[in-house]
């Protein structure tokens, strides 16, 4: 089991912390969260949005890539599963918003993230090991509840804390370079991830899966946004 309170040693002087945690349930938590996990043909599964204001009933809205018989059989058969469509689909790619009631300990864990003071951020990634990555937002108190508050059956890893947020484009920046909404996402999620840390942190591989495209997509969104920006800066300071 990871070390529960690991997170307790973020200095106080910044109250403010935005966390990539990965989550550890069991994999009992739900139905279409076995499944996925056992699944060979799916390649990807995101939850993109949700509404747990009552945590034992909620919707959500998934995003997967392959397996969409498996899965819709899955949420036909499971008991739990209220109601779902899939609203929408291009190639293996699919949408389902999916009505479903949680019993423990899934309805503890969302209890647990979504105490005041916590913003959860989307999306939540379901990776090949069985975890479940997400990052949140708030203050040091309120984090350090939120993980006291996880089910013992729930073990987690904080994997990066930095200030609330992560990077965004300077606003004096932003108004002098116009960088496409696709690329200046790229290079926000980039940044969160430590694309540009040294040494480096993450990869193509890994900004891709943040913005639900290929490698080569991903790839060519940070070079045209780079281009840009450091041809703004090599003509300011040719200017100056």
Same mark, same amino acid.
């Given at each position: 089991?990871?070390?529960?309170?690991?997170?307790?040693?973020?200095? #106080?002087?910044?109250?403010?912390? $935005?966390?990539?945690?990965?989550? $550890?349930?069991?994999?009992?938590?739900?139905?279409?969260?076995? $499944?996925?996990?056992?699944?060979?043909?799916?390649?990807?599964c995101r939850v993109l949005q949700w509404n747990a204001s009552d945590p034992e009933e909620m919707v959500l809205v998934y995003e997967v890539?392959?397996?969409?018989? /498996?899965?819709?059989?899955?949420?036909?058969? #499971?008991?739990?599963?209220?109601?779902?469509?899939?609203?929408?689909?291009? /190639?293996?790619?699919?949408?389902?918003?999916?009505?479903?009631?949680?019993?423990?300990?899934?309805?503890?864990?969302?209890?647990?993230?979504?105490?005041?003071?916590? @913003?959860?951020?989307?999306?939540?990634?379901? @990776?090949?090991?069985?975890?479940?990555?997400?990052?949140?937002? /708030?203050?040091?108190?309120?984090?350090?509840?939120?993980?006291?508050?996880?089910?013992?059956?729930?073990?987690?890893?904080?994997?990066?804390?930095?200030?609330? /947020?992560?990077w965004r484009l300077n606003p004096s920046v932003e108004a002098s370079v116009e960088v496409p909404s696709r690329q200046k996402e790229a290079?926000?999620?980039?940044?969160?991830?430590?694309? $540009?840390?040294?040494?480096?942190?993450?990869?193509?591989?890994?900004?891709?899966?943040?913005?639900?495209?290929?490698?080569?997509?991903?790839?060519?969104?940070?070079?045209?946004?780079?281009?840009?920006?450091?041809?703004?800066?090599?003509?300011?300071?040719?200017?100056?």
């Open positions: 089991m990871y070390d529960r309170f690991m997170f307790l040693g973020v200095p #106080a002087t910044d109250s403010m912390r $935005y966390v990539r945690l990965r989550i $550890y349930p069991e994999r009992s938590i739900h139905p279409l969260y076995s $499944y996925v996990d056992d699944a060979d043909d799916v390649e990807s890539e392959g397996g969409r018989e /498996g899965f819709e059989a899955t949420a036909e058969a #499971a008991t739990v599963v209220v109601d779902y469509v899939v609203v929408a689909s291009s /190639g293996s790619r699919y949408q389902a918003v999916v009505h479903t009631r949680a019993s423990e300990p899934m309805a503890s864990l969302w209890r647990a993230a979504t105490l005041e003071g916590i @913003l959860l951020v989307p999306p939540l990634v379901q @990776l090949d090991d069985g975890g479940i990555e997400t990052r949140v937002v /708030g203050g040091n108190d309120d984090i350090q509840r939120m993980l006291r508050q996880l089910p013992e059956r729930v073990d987690f890893q904080v994997d990066r804390v930095k200030g609330s /947020g992560g290079l926000e999620k980039a940044y969160d991830l430590g694309y $540009y840390s040294v040494p480096r942190e993450a990869t193509h591989d890994d900004v891709a899966d943040e913005l639900g495209c290929s490698k080569s997509t991903a790839s060519e969104h940070l070079r045209k946004a780079e281009a840009r920006i450091v041809a703004s800066a090599m003509e300011d300071c040719l200017r100056s």
